[in-house]
């Protein structure tokens, strides 16, 4: 059965005309542009609060933000209260996978190279891309992608088994964000973003008794929750939204695949943000990395 044949309800967040004929009228690969490049800022800045409220204080601070924002635009309460039972354990599985991977990503980054946390957390989007893969064409473009990406990214092994731990376990649930979040997208509640504010509820239910005490001093320092809340909005409310849009109108498999642009964008902030110039082969992987992602071919349905 193709869940895509359902139509999806009206969201709060889609009602405004402008708004609405944007998320329309847009191709999708324009929303994924837009969460490709916040994907990597927010990590970026969350790091250098780490030292003030905690690792796990971070994630929470993040996932607050995000539930403090969705729940007045998108009324969580009401989407599971019309909603069936297959989709409240649908939106519950997703608030879960979205509390415990944005927590192992924070772990994960604590202790080793974002480098190695991406190349880890990108092994398996490509298993998601091959197993939609129809066409010879797509097969080479997702080589063409993944050659990039090796280049891109310098992977080190490293001897910290606790972080390895938490990075790949954030990779396993970044497969579940990926094949959840387009269930969601296509579920019919408001397009996905309603079903996303409902997750996000969710998400904020499972880390409130884990990083509430270390997010704490945040709240006794204007600055640092302003930080904190910038955090949390570039992390999870418009790379989250902008998902949503892309997922629900493209193919599962080309999605994952677009995320092998996922290290140009780090790249690029890495440059704006941190001042690190790219080297001779970062260029070229990033040239294959775009060259794969023109030359794949979404699938027709």
């Not at 837009?34 to 409220?53: D, E, N, Q, R």
């Not at 209260?81 to 519950?92: E, K, N, V, W």
């Not at 959840?180 to 996905?192: C, F, K, Q, T, Y």
Request: positive net charge.
């Amino acid at each position: 059965m193709d869940d895509r044949t359902q139509a999806p309800a009206a969201s709060p967040v889609l009602a405004a005309p402008v708004f609405s004929g944007l998320a329309t009228s847009l191709p999708p690969h324009v929303w994924f542009g837009v969460s490709a490049i916040f994907h990597y800022l927010g990590p970026a800045f969350a790091v250098l609060l780490f030292p003030h409220v905690g690792v796990l204080g971070m994630a929470w601070l993040r996932i607050a933000t995000a539930a403090l924002i969705f729940a007045p635009l998108t009324r969580p309460w009401r989407t599971f209260a019309s909603a069936d039972r297959p989709t409240r354990l649908l939106l519950l599985a997703f608030g879960t996978c979205l509390a415990v991977m944005n927590c192992s990503f924070y772990l994960a980054l604590d202790r080793l190279p974002i480098s190695l946390v991406a190349a880890i957390e990108f092994v398996g989007t490509i298993g998601i891309a091959v197993i939609g893969l129809r066409t010879p064409r797509n097969l080479a473009a997702l080589a063409i992608a993944v050659t990039g990406t090796l280049l891109l990214i310098n992977v080190k092994w490293s001897s910290d088994s606790t972080g390895l731990f938490w990075a790949f376990l954030n990779g396993a649930l970044f497969i579940g964000y990926i094949v959840l979040g387009h269930r969601v997208a296509r579920s019919g509640a408001g397009n996905g973003i309603a079903g996303l504010g409902a997750a996000m509820a969710v998400a904020f239910l499972v880390v409130l008794p884990i990083g509430f005490t270390d997010a704490l001093p945040a709240f006794f320092s204007a600055p640092l929750l302003l930080a904190a809340i910038g955090v949390g909005i570039c992390s999870s409310v418009i790379p989250y939204i902008c998902d949503q849009l892309a997922m629900s109108r493209l193919p599962r498999a080309s999605f994952a695949l677009m995320l092998s642009l996922l290290p140009v964008t780090a790249t690029l902030i890495g440059i704006l943000v941190l001042h690190q110039i790219p080297s001779v082969t970062d260029v070229l992987g990033i040239a294959l990395v775009v060259a794969g992602v023109a030359f794949h071919k979404p699938a027709s349905t």
